[in-house]
């Protein structure tokens, strides 16, 4: 076994991981080593606009080697195994890392198991799902090619990333279909969930973007069972236990139920809370782990009480770099993460909703001088064009989003920036 040792190690290079590392990099860190094991690295909110046929999946994607911040070292592995008692990682092709301080940041983990005949469904001709780099363009020729029946879109339960983006496609598609005039499209929303969306306020305006489609939205659907050939998918009614319903679609957009890497579910850093998705137990301002001071969790595989979202990885990043700071320096984390989650729902072809909103899950606009609680043609523009530019150039490389400001990440920014004189 090779036997490796850095001062900071962060498992993951996602847009979590990079982001911490650009900015303890920024901060004078000299030993900062991040162990990923994909050579691409993929801007994924792009892929709701790749099924839907707006960009082509390549504009998503970058060498990883081209998003390591300069300075950093890149171990091109896979952790196998998380070992806090003894400060180490153990890695898919025999390497010990050990570290003085962790951060993970290994994303999120699909669970096809979950939902039998779901995988293979994804992989039959009448269903996709966006959240794969290379099924969303499927999504796309679904939609473009679809002549009426059932559109059917599901939604599961549990924790899954970017909750949005199940009804991005839908609204989309609906647009779609009126636009090229499919007579006959029906559209079904299967969703797990008790409603649109958990804000009201923006809750009230989707659901007359379901209105105005005719979407015929099904709350409280839990999908238990996929029959790919007979094209029929099975939910279970959550408020009336032991009845199923049977839907026989045309066409599925799916998503799989979601929960944390095996090695991350099978530490001592899951929650034991919620063993089954596995995610690794953090303070929810502080992002450290309770049971081992020196680990600090962010981006989706923490589990923090709110959505994943890469905008709360892109506030999390600066609250996790300056209480790692703070803790390397001796002192107590005192940078706190608000909750913020930015959720930008495309709800036609050049209109966008902007919901954002922190952990007392009130709306949080943080554009000024305009109304983002309503569908705006400006806002698809920031999806389209000015997100992804924030993303690769100012996310990535450690710098703060301009407009998209919180209390939480002006205090994080001085502290980062008072803890890295210690
Ligand atoms: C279809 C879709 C639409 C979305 N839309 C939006 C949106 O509009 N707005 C928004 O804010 N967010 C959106 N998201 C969510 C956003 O992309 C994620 O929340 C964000 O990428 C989380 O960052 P992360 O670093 O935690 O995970 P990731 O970016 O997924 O990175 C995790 C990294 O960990 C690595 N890893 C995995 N296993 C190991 C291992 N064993 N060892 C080491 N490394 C490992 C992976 O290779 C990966 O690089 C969307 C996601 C999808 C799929």
Known sequence: MEHLHHRILIVGGGAAGLAVAARLIRAGQTDVAIIEPSHRHYYQPLWTLVGAGVVAKEASMRDERRCIPAGAHWIKDAVSELD??????LTTSAKSVGYDFLVVAAGIRFMWEAIPGLREAIDSPHASTN???DRAPRTWELIKNFKGGVALFHMPGGSI????????IMYLAADYFR????????VIYGSAMPSIYGIPEYAAVLNRVVERYGIDARYGHELVAVHPRRREAVFALKNEPGRRVTI???????????????????????????????????????LRNPGYQNVFALGDVANTPNAKTGASACKQAPAVAANLLSVIGGKEPRASYDGYVACPIVTAYGRMLLCEFDYGGKPTPTIPFINTIKERRDMWLLKRYGLPWLYWNMMLTGRSVPFLHSGGEQAATRRLAADSQV
Request: some cysteine; charged content about 25%; hydrophobic content about 30%.
């Open 84 to 89: 806090p008692e003894h400060n180490r990682v």
């Open 131 to 133: 959240y794969l780099y």
């Open 161 to 168: 990333k970017c909750p949005g983006a199940p009804q991005k």
């Open 179 to 186: 636009k090229s005039g499919v007579g006959r499209a029906n």
């Open 248 to 286: 026989q679609y045309d066409m599925l957009h799916a998503v799989p139920p979601q929960g944390a890497p095996e090695f991350v579910r099978d530490s001592a850093l899951a929650d034991p809370q919620r063993p089954l998705e596995g995610f690794i137990k953090v303070d929810q301002f502080t």
